[in-house]
């Protein structure tokens, strides 16, 4: 079994406490958080779990292997690289770093130590994203064409990074898991209306090149939930629905065929199809728990991560990019 230690017990890090104690191939060695009420109330729950204040205690243990840290964005890169430093292996919360130049610094540590280095993109690991992963890549939704995210709520205020920083990583990493490449240009426009200068309500835009574009809505202030991520395909078209509880994916077998015109009257024939709808069965399990197996698979070199520090550093970028765009007042910006 692996020790891991979990540095950070506010939103997430119970979650992730809860999946390392539980999985076989974890122990889950340490707890450790600045709030010492915090460390009284999961310590109580997890008395085999040594207590700690100090991040440093925790990376200074010989016993501890890898590391989960779930600490606000601003502290990801000093607790990370401190971690890879004194030889642990790895997970940080999403958004990864505050800059790709953290990000970056990041990757190349770890790759120079030759440790294994995960981002929680925890999405990558459910069920439905993996069924559409497996659509994707078997060539059924033939060339992808657009995809289409909704994520907005009443949701939590952030107090260190606006609704893009805090939400769009959801969409950014099942997006760049499923297309592969990384795009050519962003276009983002929001507005902020809590007082504090940090956009809640966004639109961004992502122009992936071979007539691939992407828009993703992020809100703080919807009355309502909403999670809806479609892909669009010259074949087929997937739908996730996050919160229908019996059938989150469904496959539309919907579009349009173009033929050219033997007439020679028009440049193309369009045609509607309107084929079956599709919702296949899916596993049940959890995706934290995927993912803490995967670390435990990374760690022990039984496979290539799905959610590398490469791919953080990825949609760190586009989000880098997003920001000069709302700062320039919705200009395009290229990658």
């Known amino acids: 079994m692996i020790d891991v230690a979990v540095v950070g017990l506010g939103y997430w890090g119970p979650n992730l406490v809860r999946n390392f104690s539980g999985s076989r191939r974890t122990r889950l060695a340490r707890i450790c958080d600045t709030?010492?009420?915090?460390?009284?109330?999961?310590?109580?729950?997890?008395?085999?779990?040594?207590r700690s204040r100090d991040a440093g205690e925790v990376f200074a243990d010989p016993a501890v292997a890898a590391v989960a840290v779930a600490t606000p964005v601003?502290?990801?890169?000093?607790?990370?690289?401190?971690?890879?430093?004194?030889g642990k292996h790895v997970l940080v919360e999403?958004?990864?770093a505050m800059t790709s130049g953290e990000a970056g610094d990041l990757v190349a540590l770890a790759a120079e130590r030759r440790l294994?280095?995960?981002?929680?993109?925890?999405?990558?690991f459910s069920p439905p994203v993996r069924r559409m992963k497996a659509l994707v890549d078997s060539g059924e939704l033939g060339d992808l064409q657009f995809v289409d995210s909704v994520r907005i709520n009443l949701g939590l205020f952030q107090h260190?990074?606006?609704?893009?920083?805090?939400?769009?990583?959801?969409?950014l990493s099942i997006i760049d898991h499923l297309v592969g490449r990384e795009p050519r240009s962003v276009v983002a426009v929001g507005a902020s209306h809590a007082g504090n200068r940090?956009?809640?309500?966004?639109?961004?835009?992502?122009?992936?090149?071979?007539?691939?574009?992407?828009?993703?809505?992020?809100?703080?202030?919807?009355?309502?939930?909403?999670?809806?991520f479609m892909v669009g395909g010259s074949r087929r078209s997937v739908l996730y629905n996050d919160l229908d509880p019996s059938e989150k994916v469904k496959v539309y077998d919907r579009g349009?065929?173009?033929?050219?015109?033997?007439?020679?009257?028009?440049?193309?024939?369009?045609?509607?199809?309107?084929?079956?709808?599709i919702s296949p069965r899916l596993e049940t399990t959890e995706p934290l728990r995927n993912l803490v197996d995967h670390f435990a698979d990374c760690i022990e070199g039984?496979?290539?991560?799905?959610?590398?520090?490469?791919?953080?550093?990825?949609?760190?970028?586009?989000?880098?990019?997003?920001?000069?765009?709302?700062?320039?007042?919705?200009?395009r910006v290229n990658l």
Do not use: M
């Not at 601003?74 to 004194?86: D, E, I, M, W």
């Not at 990074?161 to 805090?166: A, H, I, R, S």
């Not at 369009?270 to 084929?275: E, V």
């Open 256 to 277: 349009i065929d173009v033929k050219e015109d033997p007439e020679g009257k028009r440049e193309v024939l369009i045609s509607y199809r309107s084929g079956d709808v």
């Open 35 to 50: 709030d010492p009420s915090r460390l009284e109330a999961l310590g109580a729950l997890y008395p085999a779990a040594a």
């Open 74 to 86: 601003r502290t990801h890169f000093p607790l990370a690289k401190a971690a890879l430093l004194a």
């Open 302 to 331: 039984k496979a290539e991560p799905v959610s590398p520090g490469e791919q953080g550093l990825r949609v760190v970028r586009i989000l880098e990019a997003a920001q000069e765009s709302l700062a320039k007042g919705g200009a």
């Open 94 to 96: 999403k958004p990864f």
């Open 198 to 228: 940090l956009e809640d309500v966004a639109y961004l835009h992502i122009d992936y090149g071979s007539g691939l574009l992407a828009s993703v809505h992020v809100n703080w202030l919807s009355p309502v939930k909403i999670r809806h």
């Open 116 to 124: 294994c280095l995960l981002v929680d993109h925890i999405f990558l």
């Open 160 to 171: 260190d990074v606006n609704v893009l920083w805090d939400l769009a990583p959801h969409d």
